[in-house]
């Protein structure tokens, strides 16, 4: 399992996406992306939107693993506004055959979802 993040250097968030997908080896075996935001007025997760292949989406929310994502990713969010780090609204996860990936996209960009 392989576990990436665009922004260099936060541990933190690539520690808890590898234990995650430790917990989950199968999910993270299958192919699909989660789009994700947070509102400008609060640094709470907001919405998020998957896209998978293969019903992934079932079986990521029958074994909880879904939960967890969501669970991390508005832990992540609080955090990061917590400490005032830029890249903390909006953002997309990658879940590609074996590796899981975050990419946190610019606070002013509007959120495409590529």
Known sequence: MK????DTG?????LRLDMLA???PDIVQG???VVFF?????ARLSYASWRTEGGLFERASEAGFKLYLMELLDGFIQYRAQ???ANRKQGIVRI????IAIEWLPD???LTGK
């Open 10 to 14: 936060n541990e933190f968030e690539l």
């Open 108 to 110: 002013d960009d509007l």
């Open 83 to 85: 400490i005032g780090q």
């Open 22 to 24: 430790r917990q989950f």
């Open 31 to 33: 192919c699909g992306r």
């Open 96 to 99: 590609d055959r074996g590796t």
């Open 38 to 42: 947070a509102e400008d007025d609060e």
């Open 3 to 6: 576990v990436c993040n665009s």
